[in-house]
């Protein structure tokens, strides 16, 4: 899985640093500390300049269920062959109905 540090996601964003921090904190972006212990946003969850659509609302939801960051970004990159394909890919085929449907049931 490609990681962008966090400076370098608020460059594919357009924003600023302060921004994605927020966006982190706000459950709008996920963030995992690399091998260096840096946070880092997975780059998938970029897509044309923004975050992918209905991320915020999956990461929620996960949350609400009691997942923890890390359990988000390895739920988003799992096969998931009733998909098919992983739910970062669905989201980024704009599928997130799909999705959102999964992670509902996800926490129970």
């Excluded at 989201?91 to 509902?104: M, T």
Aim: aromatic residues 4%; glycine residues 8%; proline residues 5%.
């Amino acid at each position: 899985m490609e990681l962008l540090t966090l400076p370098a996601a608020a460059e594919a964003l357009g924003l600023p640093v302060t921004r994605v921090h927020q966006y982190v904190r706000d459950g709008h972006l996920l963030a995992v500390r690399n091998e260096a212990g840096v946070r880092c946003v997975p780059a998938l969850l970029i897509q044309d300049g923004a975050v992918v659509k209905s991320l915020p609302s999956v990461i929620t939801q996960l949350r609400d269920a009691g997942f923890e960051d890390d359990e988000i970004v390895e739920w988003l990159f799992r096969e998931d062959e009733s998909l098919p394909g992983s739910a970062i890919e669905a989201l980024r085929a704009n599928r997130g109905s799909e999705v959102k449907r999964r992670a509902q049931v996800a926490g129970y």
